[in-house]
């Protein structure tokens, strides 16, 4: 299926019913991807439902699609999440974008210690929306059937806390245990990458003593952009998703 397209507030049909899909997303297919009638395209939700089908109608900014599949994917178990240091230019950006890509269930932003971005007031509100925009415009392109949740931004005290609910693990390249030789348990993970620089060693004695642990990805030292992503690669296999 070459194209899909999202809108949030569709409920399930029944196959054989007719769905509409109006404003911006409807407006791209018909101008941008040139979509026409009888052309089959998918339409999600982001929250796991996925219908198939042949459009039957386009106006300007609105298209009609007959519905003859539709499923209802679970949320992948256990879950990846990945928390992210906040970074100059556009690297966190770029993290999350292929994060997403690669199958992770959820982003936090982290503002620790060496991070020379800071968001704060405004600003703060801003980024989380453009980070919001960035994961769900990655789940329509690599047709993910949910999109990843974008967290609030975090202290480094906050996400020590979050060990309570989640396996955390830190990528530091001097860790002693490679992520490859990781042995799922069932909780959810939650990677975590510190910025330009790496973490220095209060903030990795506090989350240790929060009982997170080190991982090491391999003797090369990754960019802030490329270490959560090639970390999503790597517990592909070893968490049967690939």
């Given at each position: 299926m070459a194209h899909r397209y999202l809108d949030e507030s569709l409920t399930e049909p029944a196959v054989g019913d007719t769905v509409r899909l109006e404003g911006p997303e409807a407006r791209h297919a018909v101008t941008v991807s040139r979509v026409a009638?009888?052309?089959r395209l998918e339409l999600g939700n982001g929250a796991g439902l996925v219908l198939s089908g042949t459009v039957?109608?386009?106006?300007?900014?609105?298209?009609e699609l007959e519905v003859d599949s539709v499923e209802t994917v679970p949320r992948r178990e256990p879950a990846v999440f990945l928390a992210q240091a906040l970074a100059?230019?556009?690297?966190?950006?770029?993290?999350?974008?292929?994060?997403?890509?690669?199958?992770?269930?959820?982003?936090?932003?982290?503002a620790a210690s060496r991070s020379v971005v800071r968001w704060e007031g405004?600003?703060?509100?801003?980024?989380?929306?453009?980070?919001?925009s960035i994961v769900r415009e990655a789940s329509k392109q690599s047709l993910r059937p949910w999109i990843p949740d974008v967290?609030?931004?975090?202290?480094?005290k906050q996400l020590a806390a979050m060990t309570a609910a989640t396996r955390m693990l830190v990528l530091e390249p001097t860790a002693g245990a490679p992520?490859?030789?990781?042995?799922?348990?069932?909780?959810?993970?939650?990677l975590v990458v510190g910025p330009e620089g790496g973490i220095p060693e209060q903030e990795l004695e506090l989350l240790a003593a929060a009982g997170a642990e080190p991982v090491r990805l391999g003797p090369e030292v990754l960019r802030t952009s490329t270490a959560g992503p090639a970390a999503l690669a790597v517990?592909?296999?070893?968490?049967g998703r690939w």
């Amino acid at each position: 299926m070459a194209h899909r397209y999202l809108d949030e507030s569709l409920t399930e049909p029944a196959v054989g019913d007719t769905v509409r899909l109006e404003g911006p997303e409807a407006r791209h297919a018909v101008t941008v991807s040139r979509v026409a009638a009888g052309q089959r395209l998918e339409l999600g939700n982001g929250a796991g439902l996925v219908l198939s089908g042949t459009v039957v109608a386009t106006q300007p900014a609105a298209l009609e699609l007959e519905v003859d599949s539709v499923e209802t994917v679970p949320r992948r178990e256990p879950a990846v999440f990945l928390a992210q240091a906040l970074a100059k230019g556009d690297r966190d950006e770029l993290a999350i974008q292929a994060a997403t890509e690669l199958g992770v269930d959820g982003v936090i932003p982290w503002a620790a210690s060496r991070s020379v971005v800071r968001w704060e007031g405004a600003k703060a509100v801003k980024a989380i929306e453009r980070w919001r925009s960035i994961v769900r415009e990655a789940s329509k392109q690599s047709l993910r059937p949910w999109i990843p949740d974008v967290l609030d931004l975090v202290t480094t005290k906050q996400l020590a806390a979050m060990t309570a609910a989640t396996r955390m693990l830190v990528l530091e390249p001097t860790a002693g245990a490679p992520l490859s030789a990781l042995e799922p348990d069932g909780r959810n993970l939650l990677l975590v990458v510190g910025p330009e620089g790496g973490i220095p060693e209060q903030e990795l004695e506090l989350l240790a003593a929060a009982g997170a642990e080190p991982v090491r990805l391999g003797p090369e030292v990754l960019r802030t952009s490329t270490a959560g992503p090639a970390a999503l690669a790597v517990l592909a296999p070893v968490l049967g998703r690939w």
